[in-house]
């Protein structure tokens, strides 16, 4: 009966911890990627209008939320999520470099290739907090 007791306090200190832990990066994570979706927003715009200023602060912008986003996972030890994250920073810094030069197709050919990385990652970490709510949370 006591070591019953013991495995049961066992799993619910586990249970609390796992919590707690989803919960901090959540808390770190949450503010990174709200600022994804509108600065990819603005950088589609910007590169539509061939805003080379614009588009070039959005796409370092982005270059930076990843990077943020990278570090979050990697500490996190959400390795797939991080690989994405770190690839999406370098696809930033390539569109960056395509808007500097001129490049409008292929800036706009990065700055989509980053886009079609999100869903992915999404649909494996990232879920709604209550169906239409349109909340999410980190799913590790």
């Not at 200023?53 to 796409?59: I, P, Q, V």
């Not at 690989?83 to 292929?106: P, S, Y």
């Not at 706009?108 to 239409?132: L, Y």
Request: with cysteine; aromatic share 4%.
């Amino acid at each position: 009966m006591r070591k019953v007791s013991i495995l049961i306090g066992i799993c619910l200190l586990a249970g609390v911890a796992l919590t707690l832990w989803a919960q901090a990066v959540e808390e770190q994570l949450s503010p990174v990627m709200k600022q994804v979706a509108p600065t990819a927003a603005s950088l589609r715009m910007n590169l539509t209008a061939k805003d080379a200023s614009a588009a070039a602060n959005d796409a370092q912008k982005l270059g930076e939320l990843f990077t943020q986003a990278q570090g979050i996972f990697k500490a996190a030890k959400v390795g797939d999520a991080a690989k994405v994250a770190k690839g999406n920073a370098a696809e930033a810094q390539e569109t960056l470099a395509a808007i500097k030069a001129g490049d409008w197709d292929a800036a706009t050919a990065k700055a989509g290739a980053i886009q079609r990385t999100c869903k992915g990652c999404h649909d494996v970490h990232r879920e709604e907090v209550s169906p239409g709510s349109k909340t999410y949370k980190f799913k590790p």
